[in-house]
């Protein structure tokens, strides 16, 4: 059983900053990439940033110098921070991680339930 639990979403007015946090705990045997993802009311999901198991990151062209992804392998956790927020960034942010388990080596994706980010004009 694998868990992801994000943290850190909420309400903030333009240019301000927020920090997500994201733990995927449970039976884990080894993490490759880790990501977020956003989805807003009637649209798809579409990708924010990821970063691989050894650091290679991409970020979404919209987000290109305003968030900034990491992540400590010790403690299974990958952060967003985020600056200068525009009302657009608004959605409910997601957290994936691609994992395999004790149970099932075979490697597979795992979401987090999702944290609203809201951002106020």
């Known amino acids: 059983q694998v868990q992801l639990v994000e943290s850190g979403g909420g309400l903030v007015q333009a240019g301000g900053s927020l920090r997500l946090s994201c733990e995927a705990s449970?039976?884990?045997?080894?993490?490759?990439?880790m990501g977020w993802y956003r989805q807003c009311p009637g649209k798809q999901r579409e990708l924010v940033a990821a970063?691989?198991?050894?650091?290679?990151?991409n970020y979404a062209d919209s987000v290109k110098g305003r968030f900034t992804i990491s992540r400590d392998n010790a403690k299974n956790t990958v952060y967003l921070q985020m600056s200068s927020l525009k009302p657009e960034d608004t959605a409910v942010y997601y957290c994936?991680?691609?994992?395999?388990?004790?149970?099932?080596?075979?490697?597979?994706?795992?979401w987090g339930q999702g944290t609203q980010v809201t951002v106020s004009s």
């Open positions: 994936n991680a691609n994992l395999a388990t004790y149970y099932y080596t075979r490697t597979r994706d795992y």
């Open positions: 970063i691989s198991g050894g650091g290679k990151i």
């Open positions: 449970g039976s884990i045997f080894s993490v490759n990439a």
